[in-house]
């Protein structure tokens, strides 16, 4: 998972790489059709007209689609859940908050967060192998505060799914030498349920391809870190060009794999982070 400070990036910023920025002209457009959308849907659903507020919805996703390239832009191009390009499928611009109807852990289903199917903070970038299984999905904490039209207070719900444009929930996860998601040392009971059940829901450990690359990430970063310490224990005993050379390439290497653009950088900043060489917990951005 990767921490997008979705919060604070709009699509005519011009410091995205890879973007070509919108005007204002063109997103104050695209923010009043969703403001009029979601007066439309409310209206709809004053008069109990779930089925047309639905509908009226699913006819509009090309307004959501609008902004997938901008999203896969902040990213790199990488799912936000699972941090690949391709291993995930494809990619859709998901609603973190479902926008018809959402489903306890039981599977019993409550109305959907409709008023947010076209706020763009409620969109994330996931590859469909995580999108589909999760589908309507998002259970509360028994007791949890529950968001309404009428009543609205996300930032209150005490929710499973981690979400990676928090940065404290990104925080709670960590990796195993063997590609596996697991909770981050120190975190509480109900944070290592969160990740666990996130992990679960969303395919993150379950999908062979994407724990065996990031396995052979942790392996690649591991071999870096012992040439690293060969290089500079060589080093130690005096000049030697080709181990100077060797810890200048291993620097190289350890940038580049754990810069956000790269995929599955956070497994790589993870390793460096278990083996603790200071040295190179520096390069780490």
Known sequence: MIFIDLEHKKPTDEDIPGWMPWTQAQWAAWLAKSKQLVADMATLDAAGKRDERNALIADNSSH??????????????KCWFSEVRELYSHYDVEHFRPKREARALD??????YWWLAFEYMNFRVCGNVGNRKKGGWFPLKDGSLCSSYTVPCEESEARYLLDPIDDDDVSLIAFDEEGKIIP??????????????????????????????????????????????????????????????????????????????????????????????????????
């Open 184 to 285: 981050a040392p120190g975190t509480s009971d109900w944070e290592q349920e969160r990740v666990n059940v996130t992990v679960q829901r969303l395919k993150l450990n379950e999908h062979g391809p994407l724990a065996e690359e990031r396995r052979k990430v942790w392996q690649k970063v591991n071999r870096l870190i012992e040439d690293f310490y060969a290089a500079k224990a060589k080093c130690s005993h005096g000049n030697n060009p080709a181990a100077k050379a060797k810890l200048l390439e291993v620097r190289s290497r350890v940038r580049e794999m754990t810069k956000r653009s790269a995929e599955l950088s956070a497994v790589a900043r993870c390793c460096i982070q278990m083996r603790n060489e200071q040295q190179l917990l520096s390069l780490v951005s």
């Open 64 to 77: 959501w689609g609008a902004l997938k390239e901008w999203m896969l832009a902040l990213s790199g191009g």
């Open 107 to 112: 599977g019993t289903a409550r109305d959907g």
